[in-house]
């Protein structure tokens, strides 16, 4: 999840450590705008990383290899 989303996009907490996430939901509680900005910024990562998305560069990548090797094999 971390190749994705960094600190200004997700709310993180240490696995484990229940006075981190109890820090992190007083921090969503008294703190409506900043998350709505994180929400937000979240929300525009996940759209660039839809399947959709992701599928568009993978096969872009994939014809761009089928290229190259054709290329070699002419």
Same mark, same amino acid.
């Given at each position: ?16 450590? !229940?006075? +981190?996430?109890?820090? @992190? ?8 705008? !900043?998350?709505? +900005? ?7 990562? $996940?759209?660039? $990383?839809?399947?959709?998305?992701? @599928? ?7 014809? +761009?290899?089928? @290229? ?7």
């Amino acid at each position: 999840i971390c190749d994705y989303f960094d600190e200004s996009s997700l709310i993180f907490f240490e696995l484990g450590n !229940a006075e +981190d996430l109890a820090k @992190k939901i007083e921090y969503v509680y008294r703190e409506p705008e !900043a998350v709505l +900005d994180i929400t937000k910024r979240a929300q525009q990562v $996940h759209r660039a $990383h839809t399947w959709r998305e992701e @599928k568009m560069v993978l096969t872009g990548l994939v014809a +761009d290899l089928l @290229k190259v090797n054709g290329a070699r094999r002419s």
